[in-house]
């Protein structure tokens, strides 16, 4: 969840729910599990 850490960190005085969306609704476009550590 190192990918979580850095969005959440960096939209953490946007809204806590963009950081979800930006998480599960990019990844899960991309459907490939190994984007989240490269994100990180």
Request: charged share 30%; aromatic share 10%.
């Amino acid at each position: 969840h190192g990918a979580r850490t850095l969005f959440r960190d960096v939209f953490a005085g946007i809204d806590p729910d963009l950081d979800a969306q930006v998480e599960f609704g990019a990844f899960q476009k991309l459907g490939d599990p190994t984007t989240r550590r490269q994100a990180a």
